[in-house]
C-alpha cells in the first residue's frame, strides 16, 4: 500500500499535508476500542503525490501517484584527480555521493560507537540515517524528500557535526546524549512499538538518560524487549511523557539496562537553533529548498 505523511509539524497545532510519502510494508494493524487502526509499517519507496490533481471532495487515494526513482550515485572520475577533467576535483567533490558517505559514517561511527558499523551504498545509508538518527520527525520527513543522494547525506552530515544532546521537546531540558544511542533491534536504534492497547510508539533506544523520573515497580508483562522489565518515564523538568526504562529481569543479558524515548518526545536542536535558521544547507532543509551548492 502507499502512505502519505500527514505530520504535525514544529509550529504547535499546525499540520502540514506533504506531497512525498512512500509505499509501505504493513507488519501489524491494531484495532482500538474507537474502531480506529493503529498500522505499523516499513517505508519502502518514495513517491510523490499530485495533490493538485485532486478535485473537491476527493480523498488522498484518489490523488495521482507517481513512484520517484533516486538517481544512481556517481564516482569522481580519475580525470578530475589528474587534473585533466572539464570540471576541476574541487567541484566533483562537492557531488561525492561516495565521499560523503564515508564522511557520514565515520561521524556516525564517533557519535554513536555502541551501534554496529555502518555497511551499504551511499543511496542505503542515506536512508538508514534518516531513519536511525534521533531527529524530531518535521527534519526526517525532509530528509525523505531531498531530491538526491548527495543532498541528503550533505544535511545528515551537517546534523551529526552539529548534535550533541537530545533534549525534551516540551522544555527543552537536556535528556540524554546523542553518543549513547543504541540499537536494541536488527533494525537498527529504533523502531515502532506496539503497546498492549493498541497505541504505536516511535521509539528510539539509548544506552543511558538524565533528567528524567520513573514511576510504580519495574513491569515485564507485555514488554517489547523479552528479557526486560519496563518503567515509565517522565522529564524531570515538565513531567511529560519521555519514553521507558528497560532493565534486565536475567542476569545473562546484555546491557543490564537502556532507555526506550519517544521520538516525539524529544528534538535534537536546542533552544536557540530551533529559533534561527543555522547552517546554509539546513537552511535549504526546513524551508524545502536545497542549496546547489556546498
Not at 488522498?60 to 507517481?66: D, G, H
Not at 536511525?132 to 551537517?158: G, M, S, Y
Request: aromatic share 8%.
Amino acid at each position: 500500500m502507499s502512505v502519505q505523511v500527514c505530520m504535525t509539524r514544529s509550529d504547535p497545532g499546525a499540520v502540514h499535508l506533504h506531497s512525498v510519502g512512500c509505499t509501505a510494508e504493513i507488519r501489524q494493524i491494531s484495532r482500538q476500542d474507537d474502531a480506529m487502526l493503529n498500522i505499523v509499517a516499513k517505508g519502502c519507496q518514495r513517491l510523490q503525490l499530485d495533490l493538485y490533481s485532486l478535485q473537491h471532495g476527493q480523498d488522498l487515494s484518489q490523488a495521482q501517484q507517481t513512484i520517484t526513482a533516486d538517481v544512481a550515485p556517481t564516482y569522481v572520475p580519475p580525470e578530475a584527480g589528474q587534473g585533466i577533467a572539464y570540471w576541476p576535483l574541487c567541484v566533483w567533490n562537492r557531488y561525492d555521493a561516495f565521499g560523503l558517505a564515508q564522511e557520514a559514517t565515520t561521524l556516525f561511527n564517533a557519535m554513536a560507537p555502541k551501534v554496529r558499523q555502518l555497511q551499504g551504498d551511499p543511496l542505503a545509508l542515506s536512508y538508514w540515517l534518516a531513519s536511525n538518527l534521533p531527529l524530531e520527525d518535521d527534519t526526517r520527513q525532509r530528509l525523505l524528500e531531498a531530491p538526491t543522494v548527495v543532498e541528503r547525506l550533505k544535511n545528515e552530515v551537517v546534523l551529526m557535526q552539529r548534535m550533541t544532546s537530545l533534549r525534551c521537546r516540551y522544555c527543552m531540558t537536556e535528556v540524554a546524549s546523542a553518543r549513547d544511542v543504541l540499537s536494541m533491534s536488527n533494525e537498527g536504534t529504533g523502531g515502532a512499538f506496539v503497546n498492549s492497547h493498541g497505541y504505536v510508539h516511535d521509539m528510539i533506544t539509548l544506552h543511558r538518560a538524565t533528567n528524567t523520573t520513573c514511576e510504580s515497580e519495574p513491569e515485564t508483562e507485555h514488554s517489547w524487549f523479552p528479557g526486560y522489565a519496563w518503567t515509565i518515564a517522565y522529564c524531570a523538568g515538565c513531567a511529560n511523557h519521555l519514553g521507558w526504562m528497560f532493565t534486565a529481569a536475567q542476569s545473562n543479558l546484555v546491557p543490564g539496562s537502556f532507555w526506550g524515548l519517544r521520538r516525539p518526545a524529544i528534538t535534537e536542536l536546542d533552544e536557540a537553533r530551533r529559533n534561527m535558521l543555522w547552517h546554509p544547507v539546513i537552511h535549504g532543509l526546513r524551508q524545502n529548498r536545497f542549496p546547489t551548492a556546498w
